[in-house]
């Protein structure tokens, strides 16, 4: 008995702090609970009540804006991530991150955008959901629905990338991100004519954005094909050209320079046969030595 006493007490102690989950979710539990009391705190006041009425207003005229803002800059920047002429590849990971968070801000505008449309009346839940089903501009809001469906598609595809990549057809990838889009341009019309009349520089804004976007695609376009172009064209030309298996590589000797051979007269400037601004191929050098 007096050893078991001894063996348990030379037993280091259990460590019961809590783990690094359990107090992020203390902390989120805990902020979450403040946040939900200071606007019980807030809404039962005057200038609370006024607060939240302002706040209410604002994001049922801008939320619809900010997020068909923040879906032209995922575009945009989206496209102008792809460059391989001009950027990087530092530069072109740092645009796919700003890319990706634009991308993410305009999925919680849409939201507000919709749940605000609906608690004033200007939409039914249905029209949430079902497109061309509202009562007024049945199109034009129709169109929002379809471009909110859109939305989340592209970004579903955003977040399942690295599944598309382990699959066994990864250009599926390409046919469902490149929604994005169809939804940036029927967003454009919806924002144009489901609501109130835009003013000039909102026009003026929108064909920018619409320019530079097509500037951007037949950048894109182009240097695309034009690689294609290149290998196409290397491949028949015999420019590109497989060593099989189990026989050495030829590798060619350097030819000498010409201070080995002076400097080549205006009459006498060939050697083997070609002038020295040529380059010589294998078959002037002759069989290759054989390796000891």
């Known amino acids: 008995m007096p050893q078991a006493k001894s063996k348990r007490s030379e037993l280091p102690p259990v460590n019961r702090s809590p783990g690094p989950h359990h107090t992020r979710a203390r902390v989120l539990l805990l902020g979450g609970a403040a946040l939900a009391a200071s606007l019980v705190a807030v809404g039962v006041t005057a200038p609370g009540r006024s607060a939240i009425a302002a706040s ?91 471009a909110s469906y859109l939305l989340i598609l592209a970004a579903w595809t955003g977040v399942a990338r690295g599944r598309f990549a382990d699959s066994a057809h990864p250009g599926r990838w390409r046919a469902l991100h490149v929604t994005a889009y169809a939804c940036w341009l029927v967003a454009l019309v919806h924002g144009l004519e489901a609501g109130r009349s835009a003013k000039t520089w909102v026009l003026v804004s ?48 350097p030819l000498p320079s010409t201070m080995d051979y002076g400097d080549p007269g205006p009459l006498d400037a060939t050697y083997s046969g070609r002038s020295f601004g040529q380059t010589a191929s294998t078959r002037d050098l002759g069989a290759p030595a054989q390796l000891n």
């Open 56 to 146: 209410h207003r604002f994001l049922e005229f801008y939320s619809g804006v900010f997020s068909l803002v923040a879906l032209s800059l995922t575009v945009l920047i989206g496209l102008a991530a792809t460059d391989r002429v001009v950027l990087g590849i530092r530069h072109r990971v740092l645009l796919q991150a700003v890319h990706r968070s634009t991308a993410t801000t305009a999925l919680p505008f849409l939201v507000i955008h919709v749940a605000t449309k609906v608690l004033e009346g200007h939409a039914h839940s249905l029209d949430a959901v079902l497109p061309f089903m509202a009562s007024h501009r049945r199109v034009y809001i129709g169109l929002g629905t379809l």
């Open 206 to 253: 929108y064909a920018a954005c619409l320019i530079l976007a097509w500037l951007a695609v037949l950048v894109r376009l182009h240097v695309t094909l034009s690689r294609r172009l290149r290998v196409a064209k290397a491949r028949t030309s015999g420019t590109i050209q497989t060593v099989d298996a189990g026989q050495p590589a030829l590798v060619a000797e």
